[in-house]
């Protein structure tokens, strides 16, 4: 008799633990909770003096040309010689380090956000809808989806690595060097 009150109390706290954990919101970008507004929300905020010129260090850089480049005959080259029957363009292996450094759920995104506008901000920051009007403190941003960015280094090291087929030697601390967009 006690073997069944104890099977079936744990089977009872075993069905409630599921049905609460299988209710709870997560939030993170797998769920979805967290769509991608794009670097045309966050330059509204982010560019000028008095912001580091965090937006105009962006657009200055590879980064924002980085889904254009894909749009060459060259990229087309090396998409074809690595196997792909699709421009480059077109192929997931080539636009995931081109735009989000992740392959792109459609779902993800919200009408403002443009692939064409390259590596932006988001693709290192996190989805941004869910903080790009918390952002201060950084605490309540980070809690609201942003990427804490811990190791940089490995971070960018995720698509500046030796498997991209046009890889050349990435010197960390000289290409941080080019991009970093501190606020003063």
């Known amino acids: 008799m006690k073997k069944k009150i104890y099977l079936l109390s744990g089977l009872i706290v075993t069905l409630i633990l599921f049905f609460s954990l299988s209710s709870m919101t997560i939030k993170n ?16 905020c982010h560019k000028g003096d008095a912001k580091g010129k965090q937006f105009e260090i962006w657009s200055d850089s590879k980064h924002s040309k ?12 090396i998409a074809k010689e690595k196997g792909f029957t699709t421009p480059a363009k077109e192929t997931p292996a080539c636009i995931k380090c081109h735009v989000l450094g992740k392959d792109i759920n459609p779902a993800e995104l919200e009408d403002s ?8 901000c988001e693709t290192c920051h996190g989805a941004g809808s869910g903080y790009k009007s918390k952002m201060t403190p950084k605490a309540t941003a980070i809690e609201n ?16 690595n030796s498997d991209s087929p046009t890889f050349r030697e990435f010197n960390f601390n000289d290409m941080w060097a080019k991009i970093k967009h501190t606020k003063p």
């Open 29 to 44: 970008e797998v769920s979805g909770e967290y769509k991608y507004v794009g670097v045309s929300k966050c330059k509204m």
């Open 66 to 77: 980085a889904f254009q480049n894909l749009g060459t005959e060259a990229a087309d080259k």
């Open 113 to 120: 956000f443009d692939k064409n506008d390259g590596v932006q």
């Open 145 to 160: 989806g942003m990427n804490a960015l811990t190791d940089i280094e490995a971070f960018c090291k995720g698509c500046h």
